[in-house]
């Protein structure tokens, strides 16, 4: 539930109404507005039940929160939030692009791409290092070696950088080289890799499930965020339907549906919602048009030779002129790129 205080509540008044709460087990988390000053709770509410914590000094009036997710709720916290990932700021009144290869297949190849999509517009570099493939077989990435060559170029085009993680085990080599992890869709339940990623302390971007539901993608939010880390960004990827034409089905209309119920920053990844370079600009426009925050896109120096998702691969050119096309609607939607 969510406490609503009186906008002249003293702050003798919030304090007392914070100790109420955590005398009886529960955790209080404030949120301080210009207008409002609201205190969640999260925790079994019933040990308030004898509190008449309704009539306590300041209080104006309690709203029951039914959802099971709390910390992300835009109810317990009404101001969107702005992660920072480096020097970037991911939230209201930016337009982020997260930009770079599937996968980081060698040193020359992410130098060279982290020039490229800096000198474009992007300001965060994505790489990947560890790939969870559908088969076996296929390139699983360079793992630690990837890692070192993607902070090497990130430092040399002056980006802050992104990887996925796959495991717990890859998440603690991660930390050590990286300023953003990110959790890919086929592990947004893994509850134990959550865990540790809200422990980890450094911002993390969760992409929705193949199949997941708009709600059990902000309760997969939610153990991270409980653990302590709420700079947690969301990522619209595209969801698994009956539609063969593209590789996925992105469903823009996630974006002002998370909008309305979670205060964390959403960005889209038109890349893997297609599958097909042609689709990414128009998918990446409707993304900025939709009220996203930024979008993540996959770019390799020749997308031919890509060891993984080259059909989807921007050129160097593609994407220097998809961030030209991209600037007027990002402006028309009041926010500022690059």
């Given at each position: 539930?969510i406490?609503i205080m009186?906008?002249g509540a003293?702050?003798?008044n919030?304090d007392?109404?914070?100790?109420?709460?955590e005398?009886k087990?529960l955790?209080?988390?404030?949120s301080?507005g210009?207008?409002v000053?609201?205190?969640?709770?999260?925790?079994d509410?019933?040990?308030?039940?004898?509190?008449?914590?309704?009539i306590a000094?300041?209080?104006?009036?309690?709203?029951?929160?039914?959802?099971?997710?709390k910390?992300?709720?835009?109810?317990?916290?009404?101001?969107?939030?702005v992660?920072?990932v480096?020097?970037?700021?991911?939230?209201?009144?930016?337009?982020?692009?997260?930009?770079?290869?599937?996968?980081?297949?060698?040193?020359?190849?992410?130098?060279?791409?982290?020039?490229?999509?800096?000198?474009?517009g992007?300001?965060i570099?994505?790489?990947?290092?560890?790939?969870?493939?559908?088969?076996?077989?296929?390139?699983?990435?360079?793992?630690?070696?990837?890692?070192k060559?993607?902070?090497?170029?990130?430092?040399?085009?002056?980006l802050?950088?992104?990887c996925?993680?796959?495991?717990?085990?890859?998440l603690?080599?991660?930390?050590?080289?990286?300023?953003?992890?990110?959790?890919?869709?086929?592990?947004?339940?893994?509850?134990e890799?959550?865990?540790?990623?809200?422990?980890?302390?450094i911002?993390?971007?969760?992409k929705r499930?193949?199949?997941?539901?708009?709600?059990?993608?902000?309760?997969?939010?939610?153990?991270?965020v409980?653990?302590?880390?709420?700079?947690v960004?969301?990522?619209?990827?595209g969801?698994?339907?009956?539609?063969?034409?593209?590789?996925?089905?992105?469903?823009?209309?996630?974006?002002?549906?998370?909008?309305?119920?979670?205060?964390?920053p959403?960005?889209?990844?038109?890349?893997?919602?297609?599958?097909?370079?042609?689709?990414?600009?128009?998918?990446?426009?409707?993304?900025?048009?939709?009220?996203?925050?930024?979008?993540?896109?996959?770019?390799?120096?020749?997308?031919?030779?890509?060891?993984?998702?080259?059909?989807?691969?921007?050129?160097?050119?593609?994407?220097?002129?998809?961030?030209?096309?991209?600037?007027?609607?990002a402006?028309?939607?009041g926010?500022?790129?690059?």
């Open positions: 539930m406490i009186k906008p003293s702050r003798s919030i007392h109404v914070i100790g109420m709460i005398e087990g955790n209080a988390h404030l301080e210009s207008q000053t609201i205190i969640g709770v999260v925790g509410k019933t040990k308030l039940a004898h509190s008449n914590i309704e000094p300041g209080v104006d009036h309690i709203v029951p929160v039914t959802e099971s997710y910390l992300t709720n835009k109810k317990f916290h009404p101001k969107d939030s992660v920072q480096g020097h970037v700021l991911i939230g209201p009144g930016t337009f982020t692009v997260m930009a770079g290869p599937c996968a980081v297949e060698s040193r020359e190849q992410v130098l060279e791409t982290a020039q490229a999509v800096k000198k474009a992007a300001s570099l994505r790489g990947g290092a560890y790939k969870p493939r559908t088969s076996p077989y296929s390139f699983q990435g360079l793992e630690e070696e990837g890692l060559y993607m902070k090497e170029a990130g430092e040399t085009a002056g802050p950088i992104i996925e993680v796959t495991s717990c085990h890859a603690e080599t991660a930390v050590r080289y990286v300023d953003m992890i990110q959790i890919g869709a086929r592990n947004m339940q893994n509850f890799l959550l865990k540790e990623a809200g422990k980890a302390g911002p993390v971007m969760l499930g193949l199949s997941a539901t708009i709600d059990e993608w902000l309760n997969a939010a939610e153990y991270i409980a653990e302590g880390n709420s700079n960004v969301l990522c619209e990827r969801i698994r339907t009956f539609e063969p034409s593209t590789r996925n089905t992105l469903d823009i209309s996630a974006v002002p549906v998370l909008k309305s119920k979670t205060h964390l959403v960005i889209v990844d038109p890349s893997h919602a297609s599958g097909v370079r042609a689709y990414v600009e128009p998918l990446a426009k409707a993304a900025a048009a939709a009220g996203a925050d930024g979008i993540m896109v996959e770019v390799h120096p020749c997308p031919e030779k890509a060891l993984s998702d080259g059909p989807q691969s921007l050129t160097f050119s593609d994407f220097d002129k998809l961030c030209r096309d991209l600037a007027p609607y402006g028309l939607a926010r500022r790129f690059p």
